[in-house]
C-alpha cells in the first residue's frame, strides 16, 4: 500500500509480479482496508460463487492503483448497501 506519488512509483517499478498481487493507495479513509479484503475474497470465491450459487459478475478493467484504489470502497458499499432485488428485471 502506497500513500504518495512519489512511493507508489516506486513500488510499481520494483513490483515483483510473482510476489505481489496489487498495489493500493492509501488516501486517508479507512474503507480501503475493507475493499481489500473483499477484493481478495472475491478473488478467491468468485469462480465458485458463479458456477455453484448462480451470482453475478461485474467488470470492471483499470490498471491505475490511484483510481482502482478510490473507486473499490466505493463499489463494494454500493453493491453491500443495495436493497434486495432493486436491479432485476421483471
Not at 16 to 36: E, H, N, T
Request: proline share 6%; with cysteine; hydrophobic share 45%.
Amino acid at each position: 500500500m502506497a500513500f504518495n506519488t512519489p512511493e507508489l512509483e516506486r513500488l510499481v517499478e520494483l513490483a515483483d509480479p510473482s510476489a505481489v498481487d496489487r498495489i493500493f493507495v492509501w488516501q486517508g479513509d479507512g474503507k480501503i482496508l475493507v475493499g481489500i479484503i473483499l477484493y481478495v475474497e472475491d478473488r478467491r470465491n468468485a469462480a465458485a460463487d458463479t458456477h455453484l450459487a448462480g451470482v453475478q459478475n461485474l467488470l470492471v478493467i483499470e490498471d491505475s492503483p490511484l483510481f482502482y484504489s478510490t473507486y473499490l470502497p466505493l463499489l463494494f458499499d454500493e453493491l453491500w448497501h443495495r436493497p434486495t432485488g432493486c436491479c432485476r428485471r421483471t
